[in-house]
């Protein structure tokens, strides 16, 4: 009896045993099959983000995708970066349950520039462009119906695009499509504020019971576009007017009151290009 009973102790401990080995190797060839499918979904997923970069950010982030408000000129320079940029998968680390994934991947011809303020035509900013290598983790999720998706791909946006809201890219003729402080502070001379009746720069910052206002920005280059000037009294804005420089260094901005003379107060005008504050003048007070 006893022998018995011992050779049932052997035999369930090697049933045991022969089981472990089967869920060991069971669990193993489940985690080699998922971290085949994150390689597949990654892979395909990253191809295509070299092509159609926000097709695939939008259609494979949870994480919804923030873009940064560029104009067609740096969007046009930030997808050529992204076209000629490459990945490799540095790390993958799966949870033992296998529904998440942190991965590293490695991006070169990261770029950015070496100014804080870049100017130039696109070739030009191409040219002034430097790269480097990031690493970034990223995580990929299972879904409740067993496909993968990244949590947050908001970091390649920053890798990608953030870089191109610094530039100011000008056209062929060295007209601006959009301005940054440093464009700016290369055109921009001083402004002047006119007497309303012998239109002559005014001596004094003061004016007595006018209903017209003249305000003068000079800059050292000529430029042919379309501004918008913004007359503020004390801080509120009482007008707004077009301003065309058609080849001119300067921006003439004239306002009339035609319901009578202007409220007494402060007055400044704020100069806009492409919505974008250009330049505010000095203040001149009315009584």
Excluded at 37 to 49: A, E, P, W
Excluded at 85 to 90: N, P, R, W
Excluded at 125 to 149: A, G, P
Aim: hydrophobic share 35%.
């Amino acid at each position: 009896m006893k022998n018995s009973i011992h050779l049932r102790k052997i035999c369930a401990s090697v049933l045991v045993a022969l089981m472990l080995i089967n869920i060991t190797g069971c669990s193993d060839y489940l985690k080699k099959i998922a971290l085949e499918k994150v390689t597949d979904y990654i892979t395909t997923s990253m191809n295509g983000f070299f092509e159609n970069p926000e097709t695939v950010l939008s259609e494979n982030s949870q994480a919804e995708i923030v873009y940064p408000e560029l104009i067609e000129q740096q969007t046009e320079l930030a997808h050529t970066v992204i076209h000629d940029s490459a990945y490799e998968i540095s790390k993958i680390k799966l949870n033992e349950k296998r529904t998440e994934a942190v991965v590293t991947l490695t991006f070169e011809k990261c770029p950015s520039f070496a100014t804080d303020d870049p100017i130039g035509t696109v070739d030009e900013l191409e040219d002034q462009l430097e790269y480097d290598e990031k690493d970034i983790d990223v995580t990929v999720i299972r879904t409740k119906d067993h496909k993968w998706i990244f949590e947050d791909l908001n970091e390649l946006v920053e890798i990608f695009y953030a870089p191109f809201e610094l530039p100011c890219v000008l056209d062929d003729n060295g007209d601006p499509y959009n301005i940054n402080a440093a464009y700016m502070n290369m055109i921009y001379v001083d402004d002047y504020w006119f007497d309303p009746l012998m239109n002559n720069p005014l001596q004094s910052p003061n004016l007595r019971q006018t209903d017209y206002l003249k305000c003068v920005f000079y800059f050292n280059r000529p430029m042919s576009i379309t501004c918008t000037a913004e007359l503020q009294c004390n801080g509120n804005v009482v007008d707004t007017v077009e301003v065309d420089l058609n080849g001119s260094v300067t921006a003439d901005c004239h306002f009339t009151n035609t319901a009578g003379n202007f409220s007494a107060g402060s007055y400044t005008v704020v100069l806009y290009f492409n919505e974008q504050e250009m330049a505010t003048s000095g203040a001149i007070t009315v009584s």
